[in-house]
């Protein structure tokens, strides 16, 4: 999700939700405009499918 260079919030999303896995950790998502939003992305993956625990770790803590 490191826009331009990947893919959207909403193509990650999609993406998860095809593979089913029991948990995802959303940690490549800053891009040249900033970070993707993790929590939106969060939120359409347990919108489709609440089994899926999305874990949300602080992988740029410095970010301004």
């Known amino acids: ?3 331009p260079y990947t893919m959207t919030v909403e ?3 999609d993406a ?3 593979f089913k896995p ?3 950790y959303p940690y ?3 891009g040249t405009e900033g ?3 993790v929590t939106k992305f969060k939120e359409i993956v ?3 499918d609440n089994s899926i ?3 949300q770790l602080d992988w740029y803590p410095n970010r301004k």
């Open 16 to 18: 998860v939700l095809a």
């Open 22 to 24: 029991k948990q995802i």
């Open 1 to 3: 999700m490191n826009l």
């Open 46 to 48: 347990n919108k489709n």
């Open 35 to 37: 970070l993707s939003d």
């Open 11 to 13: 193509s990650a999303a």
């Open 28 to 30: 490549h998502y800053r």
């Open 53 to 55: 625990e999305v874990v």
